[in-house]
């Protein structure tokens, strides 16, 4: 059946509510868990369900992502798979950029109608979560579904920030309704499992994640021209014309990265004993661009819940629920807490190091005697010695030149310098 699919990964737009980390990158791009980019985890679940046949969509800030892509997703000569990025692009017949999923998928046909598949896989470049799609494909296929959407339980208090899908018992889908006030949530449960009925979670979310059948999503792509959502637009209008339209239940980890606080929480709960996203787990392996770094050093630190991705020299007195990216150094006396440290894209040699400490700029890395909490440090930050970084809900909401605070979490910018003492 994989043979069968091709899918479609979707960049997203200016990813503005991720910012400053998509300032210079697409969302897709960004660092996570100290040595994956966000679009390895959909590109991971299609490569472990045996679909080798991925488009990447995207338009904005794209050379980051299309740098990773080319140097990471390389099949042999003797494989029919393929990642390829499709960037927004001017056509005769379009001349405008992406409008939103639907309008990105549109303007793409001419180049997946020269595939030979039957069912398109959608899927989100900014989530976090394990899935196997053949298990969804098998029920799509099995249930003569024109779409199938991946659905995911919530509760009433989540409920009201998602697309909300009514189904009855033979998990068809029979009306939908986007982000609904909590006093009609009475009217929208779902038949669930006894679990989730255990947990509150009544509630069908769509997890922006869809199987359509080839014909079905020309013929709706080209009729509906004016459609430019298939959350908002095309997935109503086909449940009202009474197209079948079906929900796959999926209760395992997900989590849309949407947003600075839940970038921030789902790479913390990473180092946790064990963690809901499971980076272990073979049947679900992670891939990404195959680095050639020596080992991590570490000397005289104490750890606690840490991640430590390659090629890091670390010499902090202690890191505790931190995740720390490739490359990072950290000075001897630094003490880190509830921080992401992305890392760096270079090394710097002992001459480099010498030379910028001359001029009194920092290294790239963390300086000696830090304390740095609640934190996101983005990739190449030079941090001076005896900086204080103290993110939490004291602080007001900022958008400093070197860093922004959102959520009373600290986000030093990439290729920003620290000075020696600064405090935030």
């Known amino acids: 059946m994989p043979q069968r699919v091709i899918a479609l990964i979707l960049g997203g737009g200016q990813g503005t509510r991720l910012s400053p980390l998509t300032e210079s990158r697409s969302k897709p791009a960004v660092p996570i868990a100290g040595k994956y980019r966000l679009v390895d985890i959909p590109i991971s679940n299609c490569l472990n369900s045996d679909i080798r046949r991925i488009f990447v969509l995207t338009q904005f800030n794209s050379a980051s992502l299309n740098k990773h892509i080319k140097n990471t997703y390389n099949f042999d000569h003797f494989n029919t798979g393929f990642v390829d990025i499709l960037a927004a692009e001017q056509t005769p017949s379009s001349t405008s950029w992406f409008q939103g999923t639907a309008d990105a998928v549109r303007q793409c046909l001419h180049h997946l109608e020269t595939h030979e598949f039957q069912y398109v896989l959608i899927l989100s470049g900014d989530q976090l979560y394990q899935m196997n799609f053949n298990d969804m494909l098998s029920a799509h296929i099995s249930k003569g579904a024109s779409v199938t959407i ?92 009474e197209y079948k339209v079906v929900s796959f239940p999926f209760e395992g980890y997900w989590t849309d990265i949407g947003n600075i606080a839940s970038f921030f929480e789902a790479n913390l709960e990473l180092t946790e004993g064990i963690p809901q996203f499971n980076l272990f787990n073979h049947d679900y392996a992670i891939y990404t661009h195959a680095r050639m770094l020596p080992p991590s050093k570490i000397s005289g630190t104490t750890l606690e819940r840490t991640l430590i991705a390659d090629g890091c020299i670390i010499m902090a007195s202690r890191l505790e629920r931190a995740v720390v990216g490739i490359r990072t150094r950290i000075g001897i006396g630094t003490t880190i807490s509830n921080s992401y440290i992305m890392g760096s894209d270079n090394y710097q040699t002992l001459d480099e190091i010498n030379e910028t400490i001359s001029r009194g700029i920092p290294p790239i890395g963390i300086g000696e005697r830090c304390y740095i909490n609640n934190a996101i440090l983005d990739r190449n930050c030079r941090i001076g010695n005896d900086v204080r970084i103290n993110g939490g809900s004291h602080l007001e909401d900022t958008n400093h030149e070197l860093y922004v605070v959102k959520s009373g979490i600290v986000v030093i910018k990439k290729n920003a310098v620290i000075p020696h003492g600064f405090t935030i």
Not at 153 to 160: E, F, G, I, K, L
Not at 195 to 212: C, P, T
């Open 150 to 241: 991946a659905t995911i339980p919530v509760n009433s208090h989540d409920a009201t920030s998602f697309g909300i899908m009514k189904t009855n018992e033979e998990e068809t889908i029979t009306s939908f309704i986007e982000k609904p006030k909590a006093d009609v949530l009475h009217d929208w449960t779902s038949p669930v499992s006894e679990e989730m009925k255990k947990k509150g979670r009544n509630y069908l979310a769509s997890m922006g994640i869809y199987i359509f059948n080839r014909k079905f999503l020309i013929d709706v792509l080209r009729s509906k021209g004016e459609a430019v959502d298939f959350g908002k637009e095309i997935i109503p209008q086909a449940i009202e014309h």
